[in-house]
């Protein structure tokens, strides 16, 4: 697995680097050769943040924690990763559609209400989507961790979004013309 750390408004010393990857190569065993791991590291104050994000084969699965220290916050966001990799490990496996997304950029949240009516987009996010099924796309976002995910239905050819409902099942919105 190729790993690439960045620090965002830190400096990331030697025995930090040396840390990733050897707690990374542990999950050597669950991606290919060509796998590549990205570890954002951001300072914020007393406040440390790390997302690790590792692309394989078109899935990617992602992380993010929060801590004091960087190595509590890597540690962390690495178990979370870890859990979310063994819970879907045998769909993975069981995978044979093409991938749902060729190049995924990691979603960011953004909190706070707005003010007034007027909205300002803060983010515009692109990338490449493949067919795939419905429980492809649901595989993917639950391994990115994220409530929705958008997707090209391999049957129909329609655009779709599987998201997560507040009961833990899922539901699929899909567009109709007028």
């Given amino acids: ?13 030697e025995a930090f680097l040396e840390r990733v990857e050897k707690k990374l190569a542990k999950l050597d065993k669950f991606f ?22 590792v692309r394989d084969k078109g899935f990617a699965s992602r992380a993010e924690k929060s801590g004091d220290r960087m ?14 990799i063994i819970k879907n490990r045998k769909k993975l496996e069981n995978r044979v559609c093409q991938p749902a997304v060729q190049d995924y950029i990691a979603q960011e949240y953004t909190s706070g209400d707005p003010v007034d009516e007027q909205y300002d987009v803060i983010r515009e996010k692109h990338f490449i989507v493949k067919p795939c099924t419905v429980e ?14 958008l997707y090209r239905d391999a049957d129909t050819d329609s655009v779709q979004v599987v998201y997560r409902r507040k009961n833990g099942s899922y539901g699929v919105l899909v567009p109709e013309n007028n």
């Fill in 1 to 13: 697995m190729k790993i690439t750390c960045t620090g965002r408004k830190v400096t990331l010393k």
């Fill in 32 to 53: 290919s050769d060509d796998a590549q791991a990205q570890v954002t590291v951001t300072v914020e104050k007393d406040w440390q943040t790390v997302e690790i994000t």
């Fill in 71 to 84: 190595e509590e916050a890597f540690d962390s966001a690495l178990d979370l990763l870890t859990r979310r």
């Fill in 136 to 149: 492809e796309a649901i595989l993917q976002m639950n391994m990115l961790g994220h409530a929705f995910f």
